[in-house]
């Protein structure tokens, strides 16, 4: 049972707080803690501390709208994220680290979470690595977060083992939120979208020519 709650660095790493000044480097830019160590299964640290880290498994942990969240191809390598709703923000593809309970489901919701009853876009059974997780604590054996062996051998960074259907996504007019299937008010404000490029709006005038008598 032991082994299939998850390696011991998961629960550690989602109980821990991020975003928080690193008591080493608060003089410095950019010293806030969204670091973690699976291996030394300790706090949170700052990108300046990454030198007593060499060498070790590491995962950044990012933010939207308030809620930590981990990129796809950073955690997917380390356990099996299956059943867990991902999303796309920014072209990136993300999960929750915990869950996220909303006061009442919308009309019309077709999928929730199976823990917290947050509506989901798609037909997963969670919204989180902790909702998972707790799945696994009331007892379904279907559940686990181990890779079958050869599960994860020739998977590229940026698939997903557990999509069961392509997450499209756009952005509105006023420039940051994105829209459709997969999300809802989740914006990643550690990752912007590319600067679009730049044109002349002042078009030179075409050479004039005399109208045929």
Same mark, same amino acid.
């Given at each position: 049972?032991? %082994?299939?709650?998850?390696?011991?660095?998961? @629960?550690?790493?989602?109980?821990?707080? !991020?975003?928080?000044?690193?008591?080493?480097?608060? /003089?410095?830019?950019?010293?806030?803690?969204?670091? !973690?160590?699976l291996?030394?299964?300790?706090?949170?640290?700052? $990108?300046?501390?990454?030198?007593?880290?060499?060498?070790?498994?590491?995962?950044? %942990?990012?933010?939207?709208?308030?809620?930590?969240?981990?990129?796809?191809n950073? %955690?997917?390598k !380390?356990?099996d994220?299956?059943?867990?709703?991902?999303?796309?923000?920014?072209?990136?593809?993300?999960?929750? *680290?915990?869950?996220?309970?909303?006061? @009442?489901?919308?009309?019309?919701?077709? !999928?929730?979470?199976?823990?917290?009853?947050?509506?989901?876009?798609?037909s997963?059974?969670?919204?989180s690595?902790?909702?998972?997780?707790?799945? %696994?604590?009331?007892g379904?054996?279907?559940?686990?977060?181990?890779?079958?062996?050869?599960?994860? /051998?020739? *998977?590229? =960074?940026? /698939?997903?083992?557990?999509?069961?259907?392509?997450?499209a996504?756009?952005?509105? $007019?006023?420039?940051?939120?994105?829209?459709?299937?997969? =999300?809802?008010?989740?914006?990643?404000?550690?990752?912007?979208?590319?600067?679009?490029?730049?044109?002349?709006?002042?078009?030179?005038?075409?050479?004039p020519?005399?109208?045929?008598?």
């Amino acid at each position: 049972m032991g %082994i299939e709650m998850g390696p011991p660095w998961l @629960k550690q790493m989602l109980k821990t707080d !991020y975003f928080f000044p690193c008591p080493f480097h608060s /003089d410095s830019n950019k010293s806030e803690c969204n670091m !973690y160590c699976l291996d030394c299964m300790g706090n949170a640290f700052c $990108s300046y501390c990454l030198i007593h880290h060499h060498g070790h498994r590491l995962i950044q %942990i990012r933010r939207s709208s308030y809620h930590n969240v981990v990129r796809i191809n950073e %955690i997917q390598k !380390y356990i099996d994220i299956s059943c867990i709703q991902p999303y796309v923000i920014n072209s990136a593809k993300i999960l929750f *680290l915990n869950e996220r309970p909303q006061p @009442k489901p919308g009309k019309g919701v077709t !999928y929730t979470c199976e823990i917290c009853a947050r509506s989901l876009p798609d037909s997963f059974r969670f919204c989180s690595l902790g909702c998972k997780l707790n799945g %696994i604590k009331r007892g379904d054996s279907d559940l686990t977060f181990s890779h079958k062996r050869g599960a994860f /051998d020739g *998977l590229d =960074s940026d /698939d997903e083992p557990s999509t069961p259907k392509k997450i499209a996504f756009s952005y509105d $007019s006023s420039g940051g939120r994105p829209s459709g299937s997969g =999300s809802s008010d989740e914006n990643l404000n550690s990752m912007s979208p590319d600067t679009p490029p730049l044109f002349n709006r002042h078009r030179r005038k075409g050479i004039p020519h005399r109208a045929p008598f």
